[in-house]
């Protein structure tokens, strides 16, 4: 399964330069099975400590300065709008619609770069890292606070797009005094359509009824039931038309990236960055010119987890669509955190795979660039008509049937980015507020801090010939009006 080992040695000189070519070494074919043992053994499920222990421990390992993102101020909701909200209508957390679609309408169409004054403009090759931001705060605050001990992080611009207005995500936002920053806001969530499309609209069909029945009830949707049978659930929707429509805002239609021809990196609110993710991504970036031509997507992480199943995705992959179609709850579950990371996993802190992308292993920390997003933008009807309400899926597929050049990977063996999140956008367990990942993941990186920044990559390349079958996708996307809607956002529209 495992082809030449290639090992590049780069070295970085200089801030935004990128490294040369020091010598390019080929090395006799070896596995990589001996590290997913010595994983799976030492894997324990660890039972969530008391919060209050775990949020003493992670203060202790967040240096003082970074405190102030970790603590909420309390907001006088009362305030400001309560004059306005006279019609007791549809409230969010205080602030009227009208007033949050104004607000929204606002910023997109400042496009205010925060910092610039102290960090200058962004050039055509800045790092653009965009981060998906839904409610779960507690989390986008350690994300933060992990950005901000990221060496060079002052030569990124950080765009945080929104698809829920809240006005303590936005002073937190706008207080990151670390790089540039900037904040985009979804415009078709269901916050600010809680009872039309994309919302739930009470003339639906419920979910679960059969065609027969929808017909007779003559419900809105009634002819576009998903391959399951299943009418639309916009909860479900929301996260791919969001994924979708800010790759397309910050690509196709922000002023300040017009010109921008660098990596963009995609995280998540609940994600956790490494802080020598960036000294990574140009290494990658310059084994990718010199050794792989091939490869077009930028991993910094993999799940660990997968260790543990290495070779048995089949398996997770049916469980995962089974989940969707059997119990609502489950639905949208997070791949959970019930292993341990291990420090010992960063002696391969300098290892890098190449390997065709795999959605439920690659999509977290990835980054590509605009010739890359070019391809993936002409294939626009396919992700939005397959029927998946999963953008990571989605992309799979589209990699596999209508790609010109299939998604190839290259993915550091010791992750540079993790997810901290517990709790799914959708799913709630008892003790969401947990952090004791967090604290898991800090004191791992603590104790592989002599490991970071390596001198060199180590490439890996996996075996091109091994299929990835098609799959059946997990439906939830049948509704013709997300195709439509989906395809609205790829539209031109500077
Ligand atoms: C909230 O606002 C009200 C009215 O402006 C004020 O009387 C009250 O002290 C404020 N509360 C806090 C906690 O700031
Ligand atoms: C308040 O709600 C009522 C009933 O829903 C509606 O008829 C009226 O136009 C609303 N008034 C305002 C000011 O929005
Ligand atoms: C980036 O901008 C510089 C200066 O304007 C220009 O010389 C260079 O060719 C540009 N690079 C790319 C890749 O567009
Ligand atoms: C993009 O390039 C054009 C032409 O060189 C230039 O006029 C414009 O100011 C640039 N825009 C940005 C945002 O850099
Ligand atoms: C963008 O990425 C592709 C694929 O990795 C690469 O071939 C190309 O050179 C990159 N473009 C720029 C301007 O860096
Ligand atoms: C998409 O755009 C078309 C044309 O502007 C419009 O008629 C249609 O309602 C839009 N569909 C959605 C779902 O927004």
């Not at 992308?357 to 002409?378: D, I, P, Q, Y």
Request: charged share 20%; net charge positive.
């Amino acid at each position: 399964m495992v082809g030449a080992v290639v090992m590049v040695r780069v070295t970085v000189a200089g801030r935004r330069r990128f490294p040369c070519l020091r010598s390019l070494l080929l090395l006799a074919a070896f596995g990589f099975l001996c590290l997913q043992l010595h994983v799976s053994n030492l894997a324990t499920h660890e039972t969530t400590s008391e919060p209050a222990n775990d949020t003493v421990l992670i203060l202790s390992m967040v240096p003082q300065v970074l405190h102030k993102f970790l603590t909420s101020k309390p907001r006088n909701v009362s305030q400001s709008l309560n004059g306005t909200n006279g019609n007791g209508t549809s409230m969010n957390g205080g602030l009227p619609i009208r007033e949050i679609l104004k607000s929204i309408h606002k910023y997109n169409q400042e496009q205010v770069v925060h910092n610039e004054d102290i960090f200058g403009p962004i050039q055509n090759d800045t790092l653009i890292i965009v981060i998906q931001v839904h409610t779960r705060l507690v989390y986008l605050r350690h994300l933060i606070v992990s950005l901000a001990q990221a060496r060079d992080i002052d030569s990124t611009l950080i765009v945080f797009s929104h698809d829920y207005y809240d006005p303590e995500a936005n002073d937190l936002v706008q207080s990151v005094d670390f790089a540039r920053v900037m904040q985009i806001f979804y415009p078709f969530s269901i916050q600010t359509h809680p009872d039309t499309f994309p919302g739930q609209s009470k003339d639906d069909c419920p979910r679960d009824i059969n065609v027969q029945k929808a017909q007779i009830m003559k419900c809105t949707n009634a002819e576009h039931p998903d391959l399951y049978g299943h009418y639309r659930e916009a909860k479900f929707t929301q996260t791919k038309h969001h994924w979708w429509w800010k790759a397309n805002r910050v690509f196709n239609q922000l002023e300040v990236t017009r010109n921008h021809t660098g990596l963009v990196l995609f995280l998540e609110e609940d994600h956790y960055v490494a802080e020598d993710f960036i000294h990574v991504l140009r290494q990658m970036q310059g084994a990718c010119t010199i050794a792989c031509p091939q490869c077009n997507i930028l991993s910094l992480g993999t799940y660990l987890k997968t260790y543990n199943y290495y070779g048995d995705t089949k398996k997770k992959e049916a469980a995962r669509a089974l989940k969707r179609h059997q119990t609502l709850s489950a639905a949208a579950l997070p791949p959970s955190w019930a292993f341990q990371i291990l420090p010992s996993l960063y002696q391969h802190y300098h290892k890098a795979e190449v390997t065709p992308w795999v959605s439920s292993k690659h999509n977290m920390g990835m980054g590509f660039n605009r010739s890359v997003w070019a391809e993936l933008h002409r294939c626009a009807r396919h992700f939005c008509s397959y029927d998946d309400y999963n953008w990571d899926w989605s992309l799979q597929q589209l990699s596999q049937q209508c790609l010109q050049s299939k998604l190839v990977a290259i993915v550091m063996r010791a992750p540079r980015v993790f997810h901290i999140g517990e709790c799914g956008v959708h799913h709630k367990k008892a003790n969401c507020e947990s952090t004791s990942v967090i604290s898991k993941v800090q004191k791992v990186l603590a104790s592989a801090a002599r490991h970071l920044y390596p001198s060199h990559l180590t490439i890996t390349f996996s075996s091109p010939n091994k299929k990835h079958k098609l799959r059946k996708g997990n439906g939830g996307w049948g509704d013709v009006r997300d195709h439509q809607l989906c395809i609205n956002m790829t539209l031109p529209h500077r």
